[in-house]
């Protein structure tokens, strides 16, 4: 069992920076892929990045590429996002999880964290 909380959401302006933390409790974070999703308002969730167990690997959805960067502390058992250059259609609620694959996929991931909500005014 895993739980998850989401920190670091905010307004902020275009162009700007925030960095997404989530906490995991249980010693088995590092045995998890993690995954960072949004879901902005009537509109479904979706993918932005994913990072291995060991942090050796990552996926980016296409718009976010050079903009974000995930990683994670196995130390710390904490996933980050870092989001710069922000764009007003970047404004979500955004989740973490975590599951066995890093993957892009929603079905993918077993646990999830409730959100944290991040808007970016224009």
């Known amino acids: 069992q895993v739980q998850l909380v989401e920190s670091g959401g905010g307004l902020v302006q275009a162009g700007g920076s925030l960095r997404l933390s989530c906490a995991a409790s249980?010693?088995?974070?590092?045995?998890?892929?993690m995954g960072w999703f949004r879901q902005a308002t009537g509109k479904e969730r979706e993918f932005v990045a994913a990072?291995?167990?060991?942090?050796?690997?990552?996926v980016y959805k296409d718009s976010v590429k050079g903009r974000f960067t995930i990683s994670r502390d196995n130390a710390k058992n904490t996933v980050y996002l870092q989001m710069n250059s922000l764009k007003p259609e970047d404004t979500a609620v955004y989740y973490c999880?975590?599951?066995?694959?890093?993957?892009?996929?929603?079905?993918?991931?077993?646990?999830w964290g409730q959100g944290t909500q991040v808007t970016v005014s224009s």
């Open positions: 999880a975590a599951g066995w694959i890093t993957g892009t996929g929603m079905g993918q991931y077993d646990y």
């Open positions: 990072i291995s167990w060991s942090g050796g690997s990552t």
């Open positions: 249980g010693r088995t974070f590092s045995s998890y892929a």
